[in-house]
C-alpha cells in the first residue's frame, strides 16, 4: 500500500465515520459534527492528492482546501444558529422528535 | 508508509469514532477537537503547512467553540435514559459501511495512481497570497460576500424571539405571537424618548 492510498483509506474511513454519526444520531448538533467530519474527509483527499500529483507547485488543490475551509466554518455558524433556533421553539435539538413544518 | 503517519491516522479515526459514539455531548465534542487537530497533523506531514495551521485556527479555534456553545445552549435534562441512536441506526450503519468499502476499494484498485511523493514544493504563504490576488481572486471575493451574508444571517437566526424580526421571519415562523410586539416595540421606545 502507497502512502497515498494510505491518505485515501483514512479519508474514506473517516467519511464513513461522519457519514454514520450523520445518520445514526438524534442529536442535531452531532449530526452537524458529522457533516463536518465528511467535509474534513473531503480537504484530506485534496491535500493528498495535491500532494502526489504530477505538479503541486500550482498550489490547486491548496486553494480549494482553503475554500472548503471557509464554506465549512460559515456552514459551521448558520447550522448552529438554526438548532438554536429550533431549540427555542420546541425545547429539544432531538431530529426525532421535530416533527412540524409550522407549529 | 512511516510510522508518524499511522500514529496520526489512528489516533484521528479513534477520535472521530468516539466524537460520533459518546453519550456525553460536551465529550463528542472534546473527541471532535482531538480529530481536528490530528487532520491538522495530518496536512503538516504533507507539507501543507499554511492548510494544517489555517485548520487548527478556523476548526480547533472557532467551529469546536461553537459547538460547545450550541450544546450548552440547548442541554435538556428530560431524557437522560434514551437512546442516542434514531430507530433506523442499522440502515446508517450499513450504507455507511457500503459507502467505505466502495471508496476503499476504489483507493486500493485504481491503476495509475502516484507511488512516490514528488520533492517537496515551498508553497510559501507569499506564493498563496500571489495566487489569491490574481487567479483566484473572484473566488476570494465570492467567498468574503458568503462569509459576510453567512454570519449576519446567523445573528438573525439566533436572535431573541422577542427581539424585532424581518417581514419574513414573521410571516413563516411567529405570526401571531410576534407581529404584536413588533407593532407595539416602536411606541413603546419613542414614548420613553419623548
Same mark, same amino acid.
Given at each position: %500500500? ?21 445518520? !445514526?444520531?438524534?442529536?442535531? $448538533?452531532?449530526? /452537524?459534527?458529522?457533516?463536518?467530519? %465528511? /467535509? ?21 488543490? %491548496? %486553494? ?18 438554526? $438548532? $438554536?433556533? $429550533?431549540?427555542?421553539?420546541?425545547? !429539544? ?11 | 508508509?512511516? &510510522? ?11 477520535? #472521530? ?21 490530528? &487532520? #491538522? ?24 467553540? &461553537?459547538?460547545?456553545? #450550541? ?66 481572486? &473572484? ?56
Amino acid at each position: %500500500m502507497t502512502p497515498l492510498q494510505g491518505c485515501l483509506l483514512v479519508s474514506a474511513l473517516l467519511f464513513a465515520i461522519g457519514l454514520a454519526g450523520a445518520v !445514526t444520531r438524534r442529536n442535531a $448538533i452531532l449530526a /452537524l459534527v458529522g457533516i463536518e467530519l %465528511m /467535509l474534513n474527509a473531503a480537504n484530506l483527499n485534496f491535500i493528498a492528492f495535491w500532494r502526489y500529483g504530477p505538479n503541486p507547485e500550482a498550489l490547486s488543490g %491548496m %486553494m480549494v482546501v482553503i475554500f472548503s475551509i471557509a464554506i465549512a466554518a460559515a456552514e459551521a455558524a448558520v447550522g448552529l444558529a438554526l $438548532i $438554536i433556533a $429550533i431549540y427555542r421553539h420546541y425545547r !429539544t435539538v432531538n431530529l426525532d422528535e421535530i416533527k412540524n413544518l409550522k407549529g | 508508509m512511516s &510510522l508518524p503517519f499511522i500514529i496520526i491516522a489512528v489516533v484521528t479515526l479513534f477520535a #472521530a469514532a468516539a466524537a460520533m459514539s459518546l453519550r456525553n455531548l460536551v465529550h463528542c465534542a472534546l473527541s471532535l477537537v482531538v480529530a481536528l487537530a490530528g &487532520l #491538522a497533523a495530518l496536512y503538516l506531514s504533507l507539507d501543507a503547512q499554511f492548510v494544517g495551521f489555517a485548520q487548527i485556527l478556523v476548526y480547533v479555534g472557532a467551529v469546536a467553540i &461553537l459547538i460547545v456553545f #450550541a450544546v450548552l445552549l440547548t442541554r435538556s435534562d428530560a431524557t437522560p435514559n434514551q437512546t442516542i441512536l434514531a430507530p433506523g441506526w442499522l440502515f446508517g450503519i450499513v450504507v455507511s459501511a457500503v459507502v467505505f468499502a466502495t471508496l476503499g476499494w476504489a483507493a486500493l484498485n485504481s491503476a495509475g495512481l502516484p507511488t512516490e511523493m514528488p520533492p517537496a514544493p515551498v508553497p510559501t504563504v507569499k506564493n498563496i497570497g500571489d495566487l489569491l490576488m490574481t487567479q483566484y481572486i &473572484l473566488p476570494l471575493e465570492v467567498i468574503g460576500l458568503l462569509l459576510t451574508a453567512a454570519l449576519i444571517g446567523a445573528v438573525i437566526i439566533a436572535m431573541r424571539e422577542d427581539a424585532p424580526k424581518t417581514k419574513m421571519e414573521d410571516g413563516g415562523l411567529k405570526m401571531e405571537k410576534s407581529a404584536p410586539s413588533f407593532i407595539l416595540h416602536p411606541p413603546s421606545s419613542s414614548g420613553g424618548a419623548s
